[in-house]
């Protein structure tokens, strides 16, 4: 197994509690007041934490917290009997649940409970689902290119521009590195010839959804595809990704129908399993801003690496030996114009996206963040990336959710 190397910006973590009340219709944060008589301890980790993680830990010389320990189970439980509800995820980092009803009015008795610090409510509204991924240009085949070049295909710059095939060349191609995609869903991966190998060698080591439960995530947007096919991806001539020989868990945080805070809890719950699971790298093409719900709107100045839920997960995960690298966001053109949570956190690796020329791409989201962080921390090439498109052929796409997978994956 080769050795593994990963970048850790650790800086002051303060944890907040957001003002806003609100995370998703028909969602509920339930957040607790201790995790009393839990069966767990941590003196025996290995109770609630993989053996990966334990080493890791050991290694780096991370020690255990309170926030390590589950959540309380008795805790969850007296919450389900108050009525007609249903557990979404759970926090352990954050001591809290997200619980899915119908009826409201149950959040007052589930606020009475003694052991109940806080709930948070949502307005009653439903979003039209929205359209899936655009199509883009075919990508033109360059008519004279070198050998090493060819086995790429046109995907050898975005590959190339990082140093990315000389790390290929000396063997470094991903082995022995777990890595954590979150995002939108991986429609057709379990079918589509560009990851035939990785099904082969057993590269996708696990799967799970966040959003709806069970581990249906081929069945739910294509970003994750595209997004994954930049990192592990394999067309003879066609594509290489850049991590091709690592080990891939693909969870599904993001509902493509509508953006609420919900998906933050998604992402918190996803993140602590990673941890869970000792898997070594999170790539997060997502990112936080602005809702369908406006009561729900952060502003710039929430973009200090402290203040949104998402991004206090990410210094949490990173903390915990995790590298998370997140992209910029895509709203540069727009009125919001900046990096969006968690990218705005002190310990997350921001990348924004380039072009083929190294020239920022418009959309690429704008730093610093509000208390005065370089953001983005680094650039890769988010400007007609190749991808593995969803009729066995490739494309090229332009965001930064293609960047990031770059840079995670070197």
């Known amino acids: 197994m080769k050795p593994k190397y990963a970048l850790f910006l650790f800086g002051l973590l303060t944890i907040l509690v957001p003002v806003n009340a609100q995370t998703a219709p028909g969602k509920y944060w339930v957040r607790f007041t201790d995790k009393d008589n839990s069966p767990y301890s941590l003196a ?23 926030r390590d320990l589950p959540v309380n189970e008795a805790y969850i439980q007296q919450v389900l009997a108050t009525g007609d509800c249903t557990l979404h995820n ?12 119908a009826d409201s009015t149950l959040l007052e008795v589930i606020a009475a409970l003694p052991f109940v610090a806080e709930t948070r409510a949502v307005v009653s509204w439903t979003q039209p689902e929205k359209g ?11 008519a004279a290119c070198s050998a090493f070049e060819k086995a790429y295909g046109p995907s050898f710059r975005q590959v190339e521009m990082l140093n990315g095939h000389r790390l290929h060349q000396l063997g470094f191609r991903g082995s022995g590195i777990s890595i954590a995609v979150l995002d939108a869903g991986f429609w057709r991966t379990d079918l589509l010839p560009a990851f035939a190998s990785l099904r082969a060698r057993g590269g996708i080591a696990g799967v799970r959804d966040f959003v709806a439960g069970g581990t249906g995530v081929y069945n739910h947007s294509n970003h994750g595809t595209f997004v994954l096919s930049v990192m592990a991806g394999q067309i003879p001539d066609s594509l290489c990704g850049a991590a091709p020989d690592a080990t891939y868990w693909l969870f599904r945080t993001e509902d493509s129908a509508s953006e609420y805070r919900v998906e933050e809890d998604n992402w918190v719950a996803a993140a602590e399993l990673c941890d869970s699971l000792g898997i070594d790298i999170i790539n997060s093409s997502l990112g936080y801003s602005l809702f369908d719900d406006s009561l729900q709107h952060y502003s710039f100045a929430d973009m200090d690496g402290n203040t949104t839920r998402v991004t206090q997960a990410a210094d949490l995960a990173a903390r915990r030996g995790i590298l998370v690298v997140n992209s910029a966001g895509n709203s540069g053109n727009s009125a919001w114009r900046y990096i969006t949570a968690p990218s705005d956190g002190d310990s997350v690796l921001c990348v924004g996206a380039v072009d083929a020329n190294r020239v920022k791409m418009g959309f690429s989201g704008f730093g610093p963040s509000s208390d005065g962080d370089t953001k983005p921390n680094v650039c890769a090439m988010g400007g007609s990336c190749v991808l593995a498109d969803l009729d066995s052929t490739i494309h090229t796409g332009s965001r930064t959710s293609f960047s990031s997978p770059l840079v995670e994956a070197m």
């Open 44 to 66: 025996d980790p290995s109770a609630f934490l993989s053996p990966a993680t334990v080493l890791r830990r050991a290694v780096l010389g991370i020690p255990y917290e309170e």
């Open 90 to 101: 759970r926090s352990k980092w954050f001591n809290a649940i997200t619980i899915a009803t």
């Open 132 to 142: 899936k991924y655009g199509n883009v240009p075919a990508m033109p085949r360059s």
